[in-house]
């Protein structure tokens, strides 16, 4: 069992950035592909970024050179710089994990370990 806890969301004005931290339980967290998808009320979650073990990055295009997802596997944890923030960024942001291998990165049904959520809110 994997235990996923979000942090560093916030109230934040257009233009400024917040730092999301995701803190995993459990000894293997280096063989974890670690993902961050963002849910706004009535709509599905929504991919945002993911890195593999072999920590290679991926990201939606719509925060594609805004956002930076990065990992320590000595401290467990991914992170997920967001930088030049919009109000459409608003949303409750989720880290996400699964250690299987081949499953799209971008797929909420790929991951098996979600966190609670941390909401972030842009203001216009």
């Known amino acids: 069992q994997v235990h996923l806890v979000e942090s560093g969301g916030g109230l934040v004005q257009t233009g400024g950035s917040l730092r999301l931290s995701c803190v995993a339980s459990?000894?293997?967290?280096?063989?974890?592909?670690m993902g961050w998808f963002r849910q706004t009320p009535g709509k599905e979650h929504e991919f945002v970024a993911a890195i593999s073990r072999s920590v290679n990055t991926y990201y939606a295009d719509s925060v594609k050179g805004r956002f930076t997802i990065s990992r320590d596997n000595t401290k467990n944890t991914v992170w997920l710089q967001m930088n030049n923030l919009k109000p459409e960024d608003t949303a409750v942001y989720y880290c996400a994990a699964h250690f299987v291998s081949g499953r799209q990165y971008y797929l909420t049904t790929s991951y098996d370990y979600w966190g609670q959520g941390t909401q972030v809110t842009v203001s216009s």
């Open positions: 459990g000894r293997t967290f280096s063989t974890y592909t």
